[in-house]
């Protein structure tokens, strides 16, 4: 798989929420994060045949977070797309990988950042099992690496700074 640069800067619109998680209205993705307004999300969690889970590093561009540690993939549906359809068309666009996801849960977070941006979400969490390598996205991803879930908890203890803040949420909740 060859990855395209993206030569044009593309509107990107969230989905606003109540808590509910109850559409209320859409605005773009960098004014709901400055204003920290909650809206719907989800984070992919994928394992291989051998249980080990398969982790991220965030590109050193990305406009928060970057080149930390997370699951394998995670964004925000698009206004009228289903959550679990944009899960599987962002595990293409971030890895390049296509495979059956499951819903397991949800949860609400709010995590400021010293950009004055705010990740205010509704974190739709989806798993899936795939043993195919990853093709990544040098836009999206630095690096991937396959871990067992002991070993990201014991390091997500160790240095916890090394991670992504929902991803520390969101491991508690995948298991």
Not at 6 to 19: G, P
Not at 116 to 137: A, C, Q, R, W, Y
Request: charged fraction near 25%; glycine fraction near 4%; hydrophobic fraction near 40%.
């Amino acid at each position: 798989m060859v990855w395209k640069n993206k030569t044009q800067a593309v509107r990107e619109e969230v989905i606003l929420v109540n808590e509910k998680d109850e559409a209320t209205g859409v605005m773009e993705k960098m004014e709901a994060h400055e204003k920290a307004l909650l809206h719907r999300a989800f984070s992919v969690f994928i394992f291989n045949g051998k249980g080990q889970m398969l982790l991220q590093r965030r590109a050193l561009s990305k406009y928060h977070s970057a080149g930390l540690w997370t699951n394998t993939c995670c964004s925000h549906p698009r206004p009228g797309e289903s959550t679990d359809s944009a899960a599987s068309r962002r595990l293409m666009e971030e890895m390049g990988m296509d495979t059956q996801l499951h819903y397991k849960t949800s949860f609400i977070y709010k995590a400021p950042f010293d950009n004055n941006l705010t990740e205010h979400e509704f974190d739709h969490l989806f798993t899936g099992v795939s043993d195919k390598e990853p093709v990544i996205n040098p836009e999206e991803v630095d690096s991937y690496k396959w871990m067992s879930p002991e070993e990201v908890k014991t390091q997500v203890a160790a240095t916890p700074e090394l991670f992504t803040v929902w991803f520390k949420i969101a491991l508690e909740k995948v298991f």
